[in-house]
């Protein structure tokens, strides 16, 4: 089993940033893709971004990110304490949403899956609120 705790999120203003963290515990060693979605008022739970450690180095990472945040987010991993990062800068009304962690301990592949049911792990959500 694994648990997923999100936190970070909060209200800010358009233009500013916010971090969200992911800390995994329970089968985390073999944690090879995670990834986060989001959901916002009336509407489905949509990609937003995903990470996948390769199984022939530690030291290599596949990324992708959904359309409407290429460039402006930023997913990151640290093995060291089982957490992944969403650094999310230049935020628009239009991020507003709850977001959530995703995990699939036993995927094997190189590429980021973005649909939703290619994950078996969720967290509970942290709730991101952009003003205009």
């Known amino acids: 089993q694994v648990q997923l705790v999100e936190s970070g999120g909060g209200l800010v203003q358009a233009g500013g940033s916010l971090r969200l963290s992911c800390a995994a515990s329970g089968r985390t060693l073999s944690l090879s893709a995670m990834g986060w979605f989001r959901q916002a008022p009336g509407k489905e739970r949509e990609f937003v971004a995903g990470i996948v450690r390769s199984r022939t180095s530690i030291s290599i990472y596949y990324l992708d990110y959904g359309d409407s945040v290429q460039g402006r987010f930023t997913i990151a991993r640290d093995n060291a304490d089982n957490t992944v990062y969403l650094q999310m800068n230049s935020l628009k009304p239009e991020d507003t949403a709850v977001y959530y962690c995703?995990?699939?301990?036993?995927?094997?592949?190189?590429?980021?899956?973005?649909?939703?049911?290619?994950?078996?792990?969720w967290g509970q959500g942290t709730q991101v609120i952009v003003s205009s």
């Open positions: 995703a995990a699939d301990p036993s995927y094997s592949g190189v590429v980021v899956r973005r649909s939703q049911s290619d994950y078996d792990y």
